[in-house]
């Protein structure tokens, strides 16, 4: 068994044990394998060990990544920011995107999305607890865009995605988690034909088992699976 496998195995237990202290069903919640900055073989690996959704902040490298692995069955999740000139490359390259926060990247994908794939799926991302270097739309304005981006044709809205600021202890990492699903709940109400939003993703590595507890559908974890950082490169959700 290889070290990412081993690795696999470790993080599905903490959301396994996650799940149960707060009796939640343990696959309500989904593995998102962040695998920026590691090469095709790492996520061969990984799929091998029965991963097959993983998530990428680099664009570019993202697309050669993809590209070197179209003979396997994964599910791309572009969990960076993206440029006006990098739409094209996520349109027709990834399933997912979680990082919408303004209509003219939303309509730039919609209408760059190739008619023979079926929609991009995409969540908005909300600045839930007002950090001033993080991306994603002011809570307060979350609903109207929600609303904006649901009428594109070629994305389907799915939910909503959070990066909150760093804190180092549970009861601390649970104060914006729990602000983001309320933010989720009130949006889930008000959308219209909102059975498809479904996705709630927040949680990393460090803060895993409080975004279960505060209800998350998806995390995304890069350093418990694959490692440390990579020299030179922003550290790994």
């Not at 998350?216 to 922003?234: D, L, Y």
Request: aromatic share 4%; charged share 20%; hydrophobic share 45%.
């Amino acid at each position: 068994m290889t070290t990412i496998s081993n690795n696999l195995q470790g993080v599905r237990a903490r959301i396994a044990t996650a799940c149960a202290q707060v009796s939640r069903p343990v696959d309500s919640v989904t593995l998102l394998a962040v695998s920026k900055t590691w090469g095709p073989e790492a996520v061969r690996e990984a799929f091998a060990a029965g991963q097959a959704r993983f998530g990428e902040n680099y664009i570019q490298e993202a697309v050669d990544k993809i590209t070197a692995l179209r003979d396997l069955p994964l599910e791309w999740h572009c969990i960076g920011p993206i440029q006006s000139n990098k739409s094209r490359l996520v349109a027709e390259h990834f399933d997912w995107v979680h990082t919408i926060d303004r209509l003219k990247i939303a309509q730039r994908l919609s209408d760059q999305r190739p008619a023979h794939l079926p929609p991009l799926q995409v969540c908005l991302q909300a600045n839930v607890d007002g950090g001033l270097t993080k991306s994603g739309i002011h809570p307060d304005e979350a609903l109207a865009l929600a609303a904006q981006v649901a009428e594109l044709p070629r994305l389907c809205l799915r939910g909503l995605m959070v990066i909150p600021e760093p804190v180092s202890d549970y009861e601390g990492q649970l104060v914006a988690l729990r602000q983001a699903k309320a933010l989720f709940d009130a949006m889930a109400a008000s959308l219209p034909g909102a059975a498809q939003f479904d996705t709630l993703s927040m949680g990393m590595t460090a803060d895993l088992e409080a975004a279960v507890a505060a209800g998350s559908s998806m995390v995304r974890v890069g350093t418990a699976i694959f490692g440390g950082r990579v020299a030179g490169i922003a550290e790994i959700p």
